[in-house]
Antibody
Framework: FQLRQSGPGLVMTSQSLSLTCALL??????????WNWIRQSPSRGLEWLGR?????????DYSMSVKSRMTIEPDPSKNHVYLHLKSVTPEDTAIYYC??????????????WGQGTQVTVSP | SYVLTQPPSVSVAPGQTATITCGGN??????VHWYQQKPGQAPVLVMY???HRPSGIPERFSGSNSGNTATLTIRRAEVGDEADYYC??????????FGTGTKLTVL
């Protein structure tokens, strides 16, 4: 099972960032998985951003640090999960990862991870 | 957020035992997970639920968690174990929190 990421490496300040996470070997609508976005930067370390999961309907949880600017969008037709982050600033410069967790509140470890996407926000 | 404190660096000689700690308030009441990250690569899960090894992780890796400290132990350390190691917990109110990371050097 793999997660394969894609998306732009450079975004201008105040613009929006969109990244794609393609699921290879599991379904985005799985009843036993959640799909997360995490970022890593020298100043903030590893930071969980949010997740989506399907249990008869879609659920979304976001970190308070990005909640007002971030949307996670599942696309069952393509088996993709998207991250949308608006109004970016240089503080959003980081490596972004998608990662799988299991049952929310129970299986809370991240495995596997996508390969990561370096995103630089230009002033 | 829930603060997880790790030593910035740990050094061991090949063949010796490396101990990496993760401190947090009453962390023994939480489940701790550990990740290994080599330069230019994504993190890889090496321990979950304190002391459970995923398939493919050598038996040399073990974990424990009690009181205010969780520990990842690597016996018979190898040069190939050199990496950054991160602990992680989940909390109902703060969701996922990661430790500050420890750079393991084997030389």
């Amino acid at each position: 099972f793999q997660l394969r990421q894609s998306g732009p490496g450079l975004v201008m300040t105040s613009q929006s960032l969109s990244l794609t996470c393609a699921l290879l070997g599991d379904g985005v609508s799985s009843n036993s998985a959640a799909w997360n976005w995490i970022r890593q930067s020298p100043s903030r370390g590893l930071e969980w951003l949010g997740r989506t999961y399907y249990r008869s309907k879609w659920y979304y949880d976001y970190s308070m640090s990005v909640k007002s600017r971030m949307t996670i969008e599942p696309d069952p037709s393509k088996n993709h999960v998207y991250l949308h982050l608006k109004s970016v600033t240089p503080e959003d410069t980081a490596i972004y990862y998608c990662a799988r967790t299991g049952v929310p509140g129970v299986e809370n470890w991240f495995d596997p991870w996508g390969q990561g996407t370096q995103v630089t926000v230009s002033p | 957020s829930y603060v997880l404190t790790q030593p910035p660096s740990v050094s061991v000689a090949p063949g010796q035992t490396a101990t990496i700690t993760c401190g947090g308030n009453n962390i023994g009441r939480k489940s701790v997970h550990w990740y290994q990250q080599k330069p230019g690569q994504a993190p890889v899960l090496v321990m979950y639920f304190d002391d459970h090894r995923p398939s493919g992780i050598p038996e040399r890796f073990s974990g424990s968690n009690s009181g205010n400290t969780a520990t990842l132990t690597i016996r018979r350390a190898e040069v190939g174990d050199e990496a950054d190691y991160y602990c992680q917990v989940w909390d109902r109110t703060t969701e996922h929190d990661f430790g500050t990371g420890t750079k393991l050097t084997v030389l």
